[in-house]
């Protein structure tokens, strides 16, 4: 890398051989440029705070990393041979049963594969996306120039397997410039893109959200609450993950939704407190409606609560103190359905009682 | 009916009152970094933004609330109007120029409609407008402010070490020997000694000026009018030198008689503290709110040691201004109100998109320990790497076997297309032999053809302006 000043003329090659930055993707990878050494100058505090942490426990992890896969594969070579020798003796008596027999176990490890590879797949995704992130975020902190078009890139072309995006992408075309740096790029991806999706997002929690509350609300028993709760949530999980091109699967979303529990636990905490006071506040609200509607509303704003944090674990930019979603706006919804819901029934039973006075008299 | 519009309009003023929907904005920098043409493309940004909606880090902006804006009259009437379609007319004309320079204090005045965002006040009134006054002044007149703590005689003391620096010394020699063999006791008539005092004077700013020509450095203590009077050129005011003989220094002066020529220019440096200096300060002072510095870090970088050194105290003097806790002698005469001050390197459409950092960062270190000064007091401090008008693109080529990141431009003196790149670009402060050894050049590219119908090409205007006023548009 040359530090001398150079000029380029039309007549010379370099100067005919230019190519717009934009059009080409040149920088891909600017190892040796000022660039490099510029962002290697820089103290990173942020990088080394990552570093930070507890050591793996590798002494003993392997013996214990080996119990699950030896347990799982001691359990499917089990099975496989009862099964072997099930469909062997089904033959032996009639040679119909066995085949049909044979097929179907033949069709359940097909299927089961196929869930097993799908699950594999999505979590290898979600994988990917953490590592996007930590990517990204770690741009955001650099002062550097030209990394992250390429990773953006990447990004839009997960999201685009799942979703339309184009009218976003090309706002995001048309407002990025050759001069911006990566923190401007991620910034204004998260503006333009990001942005149209998590609108989306919030629409499915809400959505989500509100429906469980009035299910809950209406449903007698609490046995069908729970699967109510699972259900509803776990759907939601499936969309938000589709809708940020990492979607998650029966399989996958089994650690999606450890992950989401674990945030919510961890978050939960900070976020209580700031939403206390309006909770409160909607106390005396709840506590008028009816017992059922609070516990109704109750499981809404948990659901509405894992899909913010889905949100938050599935979005390739973190968000920023001033674009981060807040669950006042859905709570408001949740109330309203759930307040609606009981008022025409209160009032279509207070209807009713004072038909029956009425005819009394 | 009545009643009601009448309700409405009054809460709509004291909503806008309460908010304080007026900024004052000061641009500064010392000659040559730009500010016309930053305050220039600063109103043209500003009145495009609600057609294009081009500026996407300027928050009001990205989200569609902009609705028109107009330049308008402004208030402080003693204050000359900024050219803007003057200066925009340079900018776009068939061979076109950059704008005139500052020489003056000069002010703008816009007003932007918007739609209000803040969900609670959006019920109380659902669109306002925010005032965004530009005052734009010559930065050696801030350099005037250290000059209110000192009297004739200790700023002649300092001139003395000012003068017979190494490089100075050559330009300032002959002056000085007619300075000492000036006769102070003398009682003279009135315009005789004014006439005499002119006539030194003169030759002594013109010997500061020729200096300052040659080796575009930022002196201290001379009085910022001494090279750009504004209003003030040919003044009496500005007829003194300083007193250069070290045994008349040491003297006690309630000896000299009153009129005796010392005494006169005693009156004459008392009179523009009070009334030049101080006024100036006064006003700026308690009436921005906000302050942009320009400086041209190109220019440093091309001319070396000694100029970077001049202009690291230079600019650490010009903050000074607003690190006011630390000298309250200022505090008490005047009450600043900048909460909001930017350090903004300019030009930097001269150096290669992935070296805008390292440009910033160096700016940001020859301006540390003023920064710093600054964040002391509770105002907001941001440094960023600009351009108010971009004369080039990037582009990608080949040198030497691997690719290189250049600008391309059209060349000053050729008119002729040409992709430059400057060097490497330090991104911290050097010692004298890496300064020595530095090669770099950014040669100045010719401003391309401008279509009056669009916005200005910039770098980063979206992002100073949002720092600057996004905040009042709440």
Same mark, same amino acid.
């Given at each position: 890398?040359?530090?001398?000043?150079?000029?380029?003329?039309?007549?010379?090659?370099?100067?005919? /051989?230019?190519?717009?930055?934009?059009?080409?993707?040149?920088?891909?990878?600017?190892?040796?440029?000022?660039?490099?050494?510029?962002?290697?100058?820089?103290?990173?505090?942020?990088?080394?705070?990552?570093?930070?942490?507890?050591?793996?426990?590798?002494?003993?992890?392997?013996?214990?990393?080996?119990?699950?896969?030896?347990?799982?594969?001691?359990?499917?070579?089990?099975?496989?041979?009862?099964?072997?020798?099930?469909?062997?003796?089904?033959?032996?008596?009639?040679?119909?049963?066995?085949?049909?027999?044979?097929?179907?176990?033949?069709?359940?490890?097909?299927?089961?594969?196929?869930?097993?590879?799908?699950?594999?797949?999505?979590?290898?995704?979600?994988?990917?996306?953490?590592?996007?992130?930590?990517?990204?975020?770690?741009?955001?902190?650099?002062?550097?120039?030209?990394?992250?078009?390429?990773?953006?890139?990447?990004?839009?072309? /997960?999201?685009?397997?799942?979703?339309?995006?184009?009218?976003?992408?090309? /706002?995001?075309?048309?407002?990025?410039?050759?001069?911006?740096?990566?923190?401007?790029?991620?910034?204004?991806?998260?503006?333009?893109?990001?942005?149209?999706?998590?609108?989306?997002?919030?629409?499915?929690?809400?959505?989500?959200?509100?429906?469980?509350?009035?299910?809950?609300?209406?449903?007698?028993?609490?046995?069908?609450?729970?699967?109510?709760?699972?259900?509803?949530?776990?759907?939601?999980?499936?969309?938000?993950?589709?809708?940020?091109?990492?979607?998650?699967?029966?399989?996958?979303?089994?650690?999606?939704?450890?992950?989401?529990?674990?945030?919510?636990?961890?978050?939960?905490?900070?976020?209580?407190?700031?939403?206390?006071?309006?909770?409160?506040?909607?106390?005396?609200?709840?506590?008028?409606?009816?017992?059922?509607?609070?516990?109704?509303?109750?499981?809404?704003?948990?659901?509405?609560?894992?899909?913010?944090?889905?949100?938050?674990?599935?979005?390739?930019?973190?968000?920023?103190?001033?674009?981060?979603?807040?669950?006042?706006?859905?709570?408001?919804?949740?109330?309203?359905?759930?307040?609606?819901?009981?008022?025409?029934?209160?009032?279509?039973?207070? /209807?009713?009682?004072?038909?029956?006075?009425?005819?009394?008299? | 009916?009545?009643?009601?519009?009448?309700?409405?309009?009054?809460?709509?003023?004291?909503?806008?009152?309460?908010?304080?929907? %007026?900024?004052?904005?000061?641009? &500064?920098?010392?000659?040559?970094?730009?500010?016309?043409?930053?305050?220039?493309?600063?109103?043209?940004?500003?009145?495009?933004?609600?057609?294009?909606?081009?500026?996407?880090?300027?928050?009001?902006?990205?989200?569609?609330?902009?609705?028109?804006?107009?330049?308008?009259?402004?208030?402080?009437?003693?204050?000359?109007?900024?050219?803007?379609?003057?200066?925009?007319?340079?900018?776009?004309?068939?061979?076109?120029?950059?704008?005139?320079?500052?020489?003056?204090?000069?002010?703008?005045?816009?007003?932007?409609?918007?739609?209000?965002?803040?969900?609670?006040?959006?019920?109380?009134?659902?669109?306002?407008?925010?005032?965004?006054?530009?005052?734009?002044?010559?930065?050696?007149?801030?350099?005037?402010?250290?000059?209110?703590?000192?009297?004739?005689?200790?700023?002649?003391?300092?001139?003395?070490?000012?003068?017979?620096?190494?490089?100075?010394?050559?330009?300032?020699?002959?002056?000085?020997?007619?300075?000492?063999?000036?006769?102070?006791?003398?009682?003279?008539?009135?315009?005789?000694?004014?006439?005499?005092?002119?006539?030194?004077?003169?030759?002594?700013?013109?010997?500061?000026?020729?200096?300052?020509?040659?080796?575009?450095?930022?002196?201290?203590?001379?009085?910022?009018?001494?090279?750009?009077?504004?209003?003030?050129?040919?003044?009496?005011?500005?007829?003194?030198?300083?007193?250069?003989?070290?045994?008349?220094?040491?003297?006690?002066?309630?000896?000299?008689?009153?009129?005796?020529?010392?005494?006169?220019?005693?009156?004459?440096?008392?009179?523009?503290?009070?009334?030049?200096?101080?006024?100036?300060?006064?006003?700026?002072?308690?009436?921005?709110?906000?302050?942009?510095?320009?400086?041209? &870090?190109?220019?440093?970088?091309?001319?070396?040691?000694?100029?970077?050194?001049?202009?690291?105290? &230079?600019?650490?003097?010009?903050?000074?201004?607003?690190?006011?806790?630390?000298? %309250?002698?200022?505090?008490?005469?005047?009450?600043?109100?900048?909460?909001?001050?930017?350090?903004?390197?300019?030009?930097?459409?001269?150096?290669?998109?992935?070296?805008?950092?390292?440009?910033?960062?160096?700016?940001?270190?020859?301006?540390?320990?003023?920064?710093?000064?600054?964040?002391?007091?509770?105002?907001?401090?941001?440094?960023?790497?600009?351009?108010?008008?971009?004369?080039?693109?990037?582009?990608?080529?080949?040198?030497?076997?691997?690719?290189?990141?250049?600008?391309?431009?059209? #060349?000053?003196?050729?008119?002729?297309?040409?992709?430059?790149?400057?060097?490497?670009?330090?991104?911290?402060?050097?010692?004298?032999?890496?300064? %020595?050894?530095?090669?770099?050049?950014?040669?100045?590219?010719?401003?391309?053809?401008?279509? #009056?119908?669009?916005?200005?090409?910039?770098?980063?205007?979206?992002?100073?302006?949002?720092?600057?006023?996004?905040?009042?548009?709440?």
């Amino acid at each position: 890398m040359s530090d001398k000043p150079v000029k380029f003329y039309t007549k010379d090659k370099a100067h005919k /051989d230019a190519e717009k930055l934009l059009e080409d993707n040149v920088l891909g990878d600017s190892s040796g440029s000022p660039l490099t050494e510029s962002s290697q100058n820089k103290p990173l505090l942020p990088e080394s705070a990552v570093k930070v942490g507890f050591k793996g426990n590798k002494a003993k992890s392997w013996l214990r990393k080996l119990f699950w896969p030896s347990l799982s594969t001691f359990i499917v070579f089990a099975a496989g041979y009862e099964a072997y020798g099930f469909v062997t003796e089904l033959i032996e008596t009639n040679w119909l049963l066995g085949a049909v027999a044979g097929l179907i176990a033949s069709a359940v490890v097909i299927s089961g594969g196929f869930a097993l590879f799908k699950g594999w797949r999505a979590r290898r995704q979600f994988k990917k996306r953490e590592q996007q992130q930590a990517t990204l975020r770690r741009l955001l902190s650099d002062n550097s120039y030209g990394k992250a078009s390429q990773v953006l890139e990447e990004v839009t072309h /997960d999201i685009e397997e799942y979703v339309n995006v184009t009218s976003l992408e090309n /706002d995001f075309e048309k407002k990025k410039q050759q001069v911006h740096n990566d923190h401007e790029l991620i910034q204004i991806y998260s503006g333009t893109v990001l942005k149209g999706l998590d609108k989306m997002a919030i629409d499915i929690v809400t959505k989500h959200a509100s429906e469980a509350a009035a299910m809950v609300a209406l449903s007698p028993l609490a046995a069908a609450d729970m699967a109510l709760v699972a259900w509803r949530s776990s759907k939601m999980i499936e969309q938000l993950s589709r809708l940020y091109g990492c979607p998650q699967t029966a399989l996958g979303r089994f650690e999606m939704t450890k992950r989401v529990f674990k945030n919510m636990m961890l978050a939960g905490a900070s976020e209580l407190v700031a939403d206390a006071g309006v909770e409160l506040l909607g106390k005396s609200l709840t506590a008028t409606i009816s017992a059922k509607a609070a516990q109704g509303i109750g499981v809404g704003v948990l659901i509405a609560r894992m899909g913010l944090q889905t949100m938050h674990l599935c979005r390739p930019v973190p968000f920023g103190q001033e674009n981060k979603p807040r669950l006042g706006q859905i709570r408001k919804s949740i109330y309203q359905k759930v307040a609606g819901l009981v008022k025409t029934a209160s009032t279509g039973k207070s /209807d009713k009682s004072n038909d029956t006075i009425e005819k009394k008299k | 009916m009545d009643l009601i519009d009448k309700v409405k309009t009054k809460s709509n003023e004291l909503i806008d009152r309460g908010l304080n929907r %007026n900024v004052r904005i000061a641009v &500064t920098g010392l000659s040559g970094a730009g500010k016309t043409a930053f305050t220039t493309s600063m109103i043209n940004q500003l009145l495009q933004a609600p057609i294009e909606e081009h500026l996407t880090f300027f928050s009001v902006n990205a989200q569609s609330r902009m609705q028109a804006c107009k330049l308008t009259q402004h208030q402080e009437l003693h204050i000359p109007s900024f050219d803007y379609s003057g200066a925009l007319t340079h900018l776009i004309s068939d061979s076109p120029q950059w704008p005139e320079s500052t020489r003056n204090v000069s002010q703008a005045q816009i007003k932007c409609r918007f739609r209000v965002g803040h969900r609670w006040i959006k019920k109380l009134q659902s669109d306002s407008a925010v005032t965004v006054e530009i005052v734009d002044y010559p930065g050696e007149w801030l350099l005037d402010l250290p000059l209110l703590a000192m009297d004739y005689k200790s700023w002649s003391k300092a001139c003395i070490k000012y003068l017979n620096s190494e490089r100075r010394k050559q330009y300032t020699e002959g002056i000085q020997n007619k300075i000492r063999a000036f006769d102070y006791k003398s009682l003279q008539d009135e315009t005789a000694l004014a006439k005499e005092l002119k006539g030194v004077a003169n030759e002594y700013r013109a010997s500061l000026s020729s200096y300052r020509n040659d080796y575009n450095d930022y002196g201290l203590a001379l009085p910022g009018r001494f090279i750009l009077p504004g209003a003030l050129a040919d003044a009496p005011t500005l007829d003194f030198f300083p007193v250069l003989n070290e045994d008349l220094l040491s003297l006690d002066w309630e000896q000299f008689e009153q009129n005796s020529s010392l005494k006169v220019l005693e009156k004459r440096f008392n009179y523009y503290k009070e009334k030049v200096i101080k006024p100036f300060f006064e006003e700026y002072f308690t009436k921005v709110d906000r302050q942009i510095v320009l400086i041209d &870090t190109c220019s440093v970088l091309e001319s070396g040691y000694e100029s970077y050194q001049d202009l690291k105290d &230079t600019v650490e003097r010009l903050l000074e201004g607003f690190s006011y806790g630390r000298s %309250n002698w200022l505090k008490r005469l005047f009450s600043p109100s900048i909460d909001k001050l930017m350090i903004a390197t300019t030009k930097v459409d001269l150096v290669p998109p992935d070296q805008h950092s390292a440009m910033e960062s160096f700016m940001q270190k020859m301006v540390a320990q003023a920064k710093n000064n600054v964040g002391y007091e509770g105002v907001e401090v941001e440094t960023m790497a600009i351009s108010a008008v971009a004369t080039s693109e990037p582009v990608a080529t080949e040198h030497e076997g691997e690719k290189l990141l250049c600008v391309k431009g059209i #060349e000053e003196h050729s008119g002729e297309s040409v992709i430059h790149y400057p060097g490497r670009v330090p991104s911290k402060g050097l010692s004298r032999q890496e300064w %020595n050894d530095l090669d770099i050049d950014f040669a100045p590219f010719a401003i391309p053809e401008l279509s #009056e119908d669009e916005a200005l090409p910039h770098i980063r205007m979206d992002k100073v302006i949002e720092f600057l006023i996004g905040d009042k548009f709440i």
